[in-house]
């Protein structure tokens, strides 16, 4: 049996309050409802789903092999925390 595709969303604008991350990938799960109504059902870390306003995402298309690691049992519960910023470089004058 062939398993349902996968779809992916970065989020572009998190509205004060919510608990969203600007820069952060999520999966989005099918609701023709919510999608009526402007809204985009999201699956966060916990594995529960929520309705948000589908202008604070953007489209993403993955790699396979993205997909695979991101539904990896293996995969560490927050792996998923966006860009973090590297060690601050220093100039040498």
Same mark, same amino acid.
């Given at each position: 049996m $062939?398993q ?7 989020c572009?604008? +998190?509205?004060e ?15 023709e409802?919510?999608a $009526?109504?402007?809204?985009i059902r999201?699956?966060d870390e916990?594995g529960d789903?929520?309705l948000y306003?589908k202008?604070?995402?953007a489209p ?8 695979? +690691?991101?539904?990896?049992p293996? +995969?560490?519960?927050?792996?998923? $925390? ?5 060690a ?6």
């Amino acid at each position: 049996m $062939k398993q349902p595709k996968r779809n992916y969303v970065i989020c572009i604008r +998190a509205d004060e309050g919510t608990d969203i991350e600007v820069r952060k990938v999520y999966e989005t799960l099918p609701d023709e409802i919510a999608a $009526k109504r402007g809204y985009i059902r999201i699956v966060d870390e916990s594995g529960d789903d929520y309705l948000y306003p589908k202008d604070c995402f953007a489209p993403v298309h993955l790699a396979e092999e993205t997909v695979r +690691a991101l539904r990896s049992p293996s +995969a560490p519960k927050r792996a998923n $925390k966006g860009m973090q910023p590297t060690a601050q470089r220093t100039r040498r004058g």
